[in-house]
């Protein structure tokens, strides 16, 4: 078992930035792949980022490459995604994601556990 509690969420300006966290739960947070997730209302779970058990690879969406910035720090138990040039776009709640599969995927039908989200609005 795994328990993900985001935090960091808020509002901010366009352009602005905010790094959002993700503590876990488990001592074997470090054998989990990690993902960023964002929803709207009224939409899908929209994928983000990704990132291996190693920190060693990350993938990311079209939409926030370049952008955003996932990254772990297993002695923490915490996963990161620092979001630079924020848009009005990337308003949503957003969540983060473990899966103990070892491929990175970008479908939220792998992942096995969910924080409860966190609140990004990015005013205009």
């Known amino acids: 078992q795994v328990q993900l509690v985001e935090s960091g969420g808020g509002l901010v300006q366009a352009g602005g930035s905010l790094r959002l966290s993700c503590a876990a739960s488990g001592r074997t947070f470090s054998s989990y792949a990690m993902g960023w997730f964002r929803q709207t209302p009224g939409k899908d779970r929209e994928f983000v980022a990704a990132i291996s058990w190693s920190g060693g690879s990350t993938d990311y969406a079209d939409s926030v490459k370049g952008r955003f910035t996932i990254s772990r720090d297993n002695a923490k138990n915490t996963v990161y995604v620092q979001m630079n040039s924020l848009q009005p776009e990337d308003t949503a709640v957003y969540y983060c994601?473990?899966?103990?599969?070892?491929?990175?995927?970008?479908?939220?039908?792998?992942?096995?556990?969910w924080g409860q989200g966190t609140q990004v609005t990015v005013s205009s």
């Open positions: 994601a473990a899966t103990s599969r070892t491929i990175l995927r970008r479908s939220p039908l792998r992942y096995d556990y």
